[in-house]
């Protein structure tokens, strides 16, 4: 199974890189941005066929080694093979 | 409306972030972690109410901000507010 995490600073963090790519998309010429959060896309590849138990561990590993949770939000998706 | 891209590092591109995750993830008991990728989560908001206009401007935003086409793969979707 593919665990896929989406994560991104919590509403009220300050996201300098997100200030950074807005700035630069509007001097691009995109000027009807209004924001823009940048935050991580991981994908994790796991030996396990049982989807409950994939989400499980994706709370786990969320928890102990992925998610950062005093300044970030996230979600996640189980992909069967 | 807000666009949402997700980025990863290409197939065969180095991924040392990706590898200090799968390491970190099995030494703390994960152990049926096959591989791990880490890219990028960006979510850009945009006064832009015409779904077809907000896919031209992603792809365009894409190749001129976002993604480095050279090394890295990427997805969009588009959700309406």
Request: charge should be negative.
């Amino acid at each position: 199974m593919l665990i896929k995490f989406y994560i991104k600073p919590r509403k009220g963090v300050l996201d300098p890189q997100g200030r950074a790519v807005a700035e630069n998309l509007r001097s691009l010429g995109f000027e009807n941005v209004k924001d823009v959060k940048v935050g991580k896309y991981i994908e994790v590849y796991v030996n396990e066929t049982n989807k409950e138990k994939a989400i499980e561990e994706a709370k786990e590993m969320a928890k102990k080694a992925i998610v950062n949770d005093i300044i970030e939000d996230y979600e996640f998706e189980i992909v069967e093979d």
